[in-house]
């Protein structure tokens, strides 16, 4: 026969399919702060000194009851002085790990909550959605009293994390816009200043993050974002991302009860 012709083309990634899956209630009962706090989102640096943030806090005095977010089994309950679960020993302090029920496409998913003061439940224990399973502390490297809930997906990993509030039951009323940053060449842009505003208050910032870095955090299998703002007010808004003093604006309404997908193109890289 003739020369081979050119390799056939292998399958192209499916896209994500977008789908919400809040499967997790607030690990806070509502005698708590059960809000996830700003200032540390998911994927940043907080105020540009910490590590790059695997998960989300919730900021509560010392005992405040922490709860399972969803049915499923302890995986782990004790600490980290020997086995290491985050970046390094005793990182987490007292922590408990759960094995959820259920599974995303057959992928398991993993529950973490670090810093613990005090654990209830013990390696294997069976555990309820809203069960008291431990206490609010500081162990580990927290600076204050407050619980780290960080989501894994398909491996109990440090490295297989995904936004937790990509997975929490939104406030009632409240919704969820995530997004992708898009640079000039079509490629994810990381680490890029982003400000949320309502359209009826321009000058005001509601809240703000950065988008995710390009290494260390993962996107949520289901969303491929690189950047989530939780529990909005549905209703006309506007994100500005700004790098190097250069501010693009981009337009985007939210309805309650649902995750509102944004991209947001920039002529950066």
Known sequence: GGPAGPPAPGPSPSPPPREDHYWLIRPIGPTG????DYS???GSRGDGTLHVHRGVEFVNGDGTPVLATATGRVLYSGDDSAQVFGAHLNYYGQLIILELDR???DQPVYVLYGHLSERTVASGDPVEAGQIIGHVGKTGVALGPHLHLEVRVGRNDFRAT???ELWLEPY????????VVVGSHGDLVPEVDLEVRRADRPNLAVRARPSYPDHEVQADPYWG???CFGDLDPGRWILLAT???YTITTPFTVEAGRTNWLTV???WR
């Open 40 to 42: 540390y989102p998911y």
């Open 33 to 36: 702060n059960d809000w996830v």
């Open 265 to 267: 193109p920039v002529p």
């Open 225 to 227: 974002e690189n950047f």
């Open 243 to 245: 790098r190097s003093g």
């Open 172 to 179: 009632p009323g409240k919704g969820i816009v995530a997004g």
């Open 162 to 164: 995904a936004n937790p």
């Open 103 to 105: 599974r995303l496409d």
